[in-house]
């Protein structure tokens, strides 16, 4: 049961800190063309992560990138929670502490955009 929370907090806080990141960005792109343009310059960036490919695999430079991404570290924290590590654990630092750059990830991303969010909002 304890697992079970664990797991979903971990979901749920990345979740909650992409919607301020989405939030904010909906904020100051006014038009839904731009909003268009937005996300479809981060889905590339959403897809570095370990998800599909090992960074072991990647170009050197790629794989660093790949092991720092916020949703690397709450894939590789998933995988560990549910006991299934597979393939995608390595030997970096990002990758051994991958629950704490899991719960630090999405925290920052808070820190960040949630008050320039509402700082935004409140000069509309």
Known sequence: MV????????LLLLRYAL?????YLGLVLRS???AGV???????LAMISNTFVVPAQ???WLGCVAE???LSATVTALRELFGNPGLATG??????????????????????????AVARYRRA
């Not at 697992?3 to 971990?10: F, I, K, N, P, S």
């Not at 630092?93 to 008050?115: D, K, N, R």
């Open 3 to 10: 697992a079970d929370a664990r797991r979903a907090g971990v």
């Open 68 to 70: 720092w991404n916020p």
């Open 91 to 116: 030997s970096s630092w990002a990758s051994e502490h991958a629950l704490g750059l899991a719960v630090a990830w999405p925290v920052l991303l808070i820190a960040v955009f949630l008050p320039l």
């Open 38 to 44: 937005a996300l479809a310059g981060i889905y590339p």
């Open 32 to 34: 839904p063309e731009l």
């Open 19 to 23: 919607a301020w990141v989405g939030i």
């Open 58 to 60: 990647m170009p050197a």
